[in-house]
């Protein structure tokens, strides 16, 4: 059986170590433990938020994408624990998304990707986005077209540019994630771009950039002469 953390000496105690160290001196397996509290009778609760983290190569992205019965099958790990990890990883991320948020203008594709990766690098079905801009490069709303399975989603072009008028937006940057973590466009990708860039000419609206998330990495089709 292992030595529980009470008996540990206290500079080794994650919770003490974030009192005195600051929390930036914690590893990630420190901070999970702290969240989890307790392990099980075979290992400590250190012992068990190492095993969780190496099962996913202690990525922070993929960790966020378990569910409560991944998390569950973790010897310890209840539904209580399980939503409690969750639930810190949904704060952390929707942090990052007001932080976003609080630049609007669009410079660069770097910016594109800062902005929709808290709301799509997580998750496990594709999300088809666009993002509505002025003359100034300013996002004035962004909206969600479609929503589907694992490698695809259908894409309602009246609905892309009904948004667009509505708003009075020139240009628009379309945006969707990849959860496989490839980020290569597909050839649907590229046909799907071209499509909605010939009907933004008829009403006068340019098309920007088209970003595909693929967890913590993108691809830019201005970047890659792919527009």
């Known amino acids: ?3 529980p953390i009470k008996n540990w000496s206290i500079d080794d105690r994650p919770r003490e170590k974030l009192r ?3 929390r930036e001196n914690l590893s990630k397996a420190e901070l999970i433990t702290i969240l989890i509290g307790s392990g099980s009778r075979k290992e400590s609760a250190l012992d068990l938020s190492h095993k969780i983290l190496n099962s996913v190569n202690y990525n922070l992205h993929n960790l966020a994408r378990l569910t409560v019965p991944d998390l569950c099958k973790f010897n310890g790990i209840g539904p209580v624990k399980a939503i409690t990890i ?3 990883l949904e704060l952390g991320r929707r942090r990052l998304l007001e932080k976003a948020h609080q630049k609007t203008t669009i410079t660069c594709s770097q ?4 902005l929709m990766a808290p709301i799509l690098s997580d998750l496990v079905e594709e999300q088809f986005w666009v993002l509505y801009l002025n003359h100034r490069l300013q996002v004035l709303f962004q909206k969600m077209i479609s929503s589907g399975g ?3 989603t259908l894409v309602d072009i009246r609905k892309v540019f009904k948004h667009a ?3 009075n937006a020139t240009k628009i940057v379309l945006v969707h994630n990849h959860p496989t973590g490839n980020m ?3 050839l649907s990708d590229k046909e799907l771009t071209q499509k909605i860039k010939k009907a933004a000419h008829f009403i006068d609206i340019q098309v920007l950039d088209h970003i595909i998330i693929a967890q913590n990495h993108y691809c830019s089709f201005a970047d890659e002469n792919l527009l």
């Open 111 to 114: 910016d594109l990707f800062n």
């Open 150 to 152: 694992f490698t695809q």
């Open 165 to 167: 008028l509505e708003c």
């Open 86 to 88: 969750i639930t810190a």
């Open 184 to 186: 290569e466009p597909s």
């Open 1 to 3: 059986m292992k030595k």
């Open 20 to 22: 005195s160290k600051g």
